[in-house]
């Protein structure tokens, strides 16, 4: 059975549909987040980075990291019907064993650091997203905060 080692709660700047994480150190990361960003699949992974596409054009989103020890289970969606808007997979490979937010102008400045137990390490990615509809009808009027919101879960890639 899996075990949880840690669980990060953060927000996150989304601009023009995007965000990102990113490993730590751009030297093991050849196209720094926006480069090659396009709106459109949920979860694309590149690189030393994960781009997500957000159904909101400019918010503040919430963002749950979990890193685990083993493949976890799917957590139930925080939305009334239970069910998460978009959910995918993938795979990163984490040199520096750090991972930050990105967002159109950079790295996220606000604390947004996310250490991973390994490194260097090949991660496996589990995804998920709920609150799109909504956020995708409020963003067109206002600057919405905390309306979408991401759990991500990290667990080590069989080698």
């Given at each position: 059975m899996a075990e949880q080692i840690k669980r990060l709660v953060v927000p996150v700047r989304v601009e023009f549909y995007g965000w990102a994480l990113q490993d730590w150190d751009d030297d093991y990361v050849p196209d720094t987040f926006p480069d090659g960003f396009e709106a459109g699949e949920f979860l694309m992974p590149h690189a030393g980075r994960l781009d997500f596409?957000?159904?909101?054009?400019t918010?503040?989103?919430?963002?749950?990291?979990e890193e685990w020890d083993a493949e976890p289970p799917t957590?139930?969606?925080?939305?009334?019907?239970?069910?998460?808007?978009?959910?995918d997979e993938a795979?990163?490979?984490?040199?520096?064993?750090?991972l930050r937010a990105w967002s159109m102008g950079g790295p996220m400045t606000d604390d947004m650091e996310i250490e991973l137990s390994r490194k260097p390490a090949t991660w496996a990615v589990r995804a998920m997203c709920a609150g799109r509809k909504e956020v995708a009808e409020l963003a067109q009027h206002s600057v919405p905060h905390d309306v979408e919101c991401y759990v991500i879960q990290f667990w080590p890639a069989a080698p």
């Open positions: 596409t957000s159904a909101g054009h918010h503040r989103a919430d963002v749950t990291v957590p139930s969606s925080p939305a009334v019907s239970g069910d998460w808007d978009e959910v795979t990163i490979r984490c040199a520096s064993g750090k």
